[in-house]
């Protein structure tokens, strides 16, 4: 497509329930990350993918936080028994690739998921 | 670590004012530097980049420098209008040592320009 897509915009839970929120990156990037927004703060980073590979997944909060992109596109970020402290919104970015010359992120417009 | 400093909101300007939203950094190898902007119910768009040092980057009337003896990228342009109204990040991306280029970002610098 012609630019990140993410799914769904908005997701209401209720604590202790399993959410997936699905990003769908441009088309031939091999870079993909997940960001997450709290409300009045800069995004932070969460884990990266390189094509089907988690490279780095130190941003992740605890072990509740699960990411794959199986096929080396599209992306799902799973968090399993949320909690209020989950809410924020989630971000996805892709870029060409790793090398610095190709590094510009392109962003979703984001999931707000909202827990209750 | 890496951390990315930037000028507490929010900015209330007038129509054609001077707009300057200032950021600096901290970053342990030679980071490029972003300028992401969120208009309202849209996703971070990149304004801006420089990835050396005295580089300037451009767009849109917006510019910033690459500062590294004062560790600064601070936005400026010139005359803002009213559709400049947005939240302002600055951000960093260190690929040294094997790193992924993740993005550090400030907190965001919400601007309202008026009429």
């Known amino acids: 497509g012609a630019g990140v897509s993410q799914s769904p915009r908005y997701k209401v839970a209720k604590r202790g329930q399993d959410v997936a929120l699905r990003c769908d990156p441009i088309?031939?990037?091999?870079?993909l990350f997940w960001y997450q927004q709290a409300l009045g703060q800069g995004p932070e980073f969460l884990t990266y993918?390189?094509?089907?590979?988690?490279?780095?997944k130190s941003g992740l909060p605890s072990d509740r936080f699960f990411a794959e992109r199986p096929e080396g596109s599209v992306s799902t970020l799973k968090i399993q028994r949320t909690q209020q402290e989950d809410s924020a919104v989630y971000l996805c970015a892709s870029s060409l690739g790793p090398r610095i010359a190709k590094n510009i992120q392109y962003f979703g417009a984001g999931t707000r998921l909202s827990v209750l | 670590g890496n951390s990315v400093t930037q000028m507490e909101g929010p900015v209330t300007l007038s129509e054609e004012a001077f707009l300057t939203i200032n950021c600096t950094y901290t970053?342990?190898?030679?980071?490029?530097l972003f300028w992401y902007v969120q208009y309202p119910g849209e996703g971070l768009q990149l304004l801006l980049k420089?990835?050396?040092?005295?580089d300037k980057g451009s767009n849109k009337g917006f510019e910033a420098t690459y500062r590294k003896e004062t560790t600064s990228f601070h936005l400026e342009k010139g005359s803002v209008q009213v559709s400049d109204s947005a939240v302002y990040f600055c951000?960093?991306?260190?690929?040294?040592?094997?790193?992924?280029?993740?993005?550090?970002f400030g907190k965001g610098t919400l601007l309202t320009v008026n009429p």
């Open positions: 088309s031939g990037h091999v870079s």
């Open positions: 993918f390189q094509n089907e590979a988690q490279l780095d």
């Open positions: 970053a342990t190898g030679y980071p490029s």
């Open positions: 420089a990835t050396k040092a005295d």
């Open positions: 951000a960093l991306s260190d690929g040294s040592g094997g790193s992924n280029y993740k993005l550090t």
